[in-house]
């Protein structure tokens, strides 16, 4: 895996581990929480710029309701009755 597909986690962790020694020796628990709520929010920020893909939010349920109401009856003009058969 290339540095540029790696995550900001994945990034993190190696920076870790080439600067710090990660996991044999660790940083002040206050650097470390610091160090993981921006990796937290550059992941946030990756995700924001990635385009939704379908992605619909609509809070109307009128218009909802209105389009299966349509889908409903559209199905319901094929249907063929055959009076002609004989019971």
């Known amino acids: 895996m290339t540095d540029s597909a790696a995550t900001p986690m994945?990034?993190?962790l190696r920076w870790l581990a080439a600067n710090t020694g990660f996991p044999a020796a660790r940083l002040p628990a206050r650097a470390e929480i610091?160090?993981?709520i921006s990796t937290a929010a550059e992941e946030e920020q990756v995700a924001l710029q990635?385009?939704?893909?379908f992605l619909i939010e609509r809070n109307d349920?009128?218009?909802?309701?209105?389009?299966?109401?349509?889908a409903m009856n559209r199905s319901l003009a094929h249907y063929v009755c055959n009076n002609g058969q004989k019971t």
Do not use: C, V, W
């Open 10 to 12: 994945q990034q993190t």
């Open 34 to 36: 610091l160090l993981l």
């Open 50 to 53: 990635r385009s939704p893909r």
């Open 61 to 70: 349920k009128a218009s909802d309701a209105s389009l299966r109401a349509y």
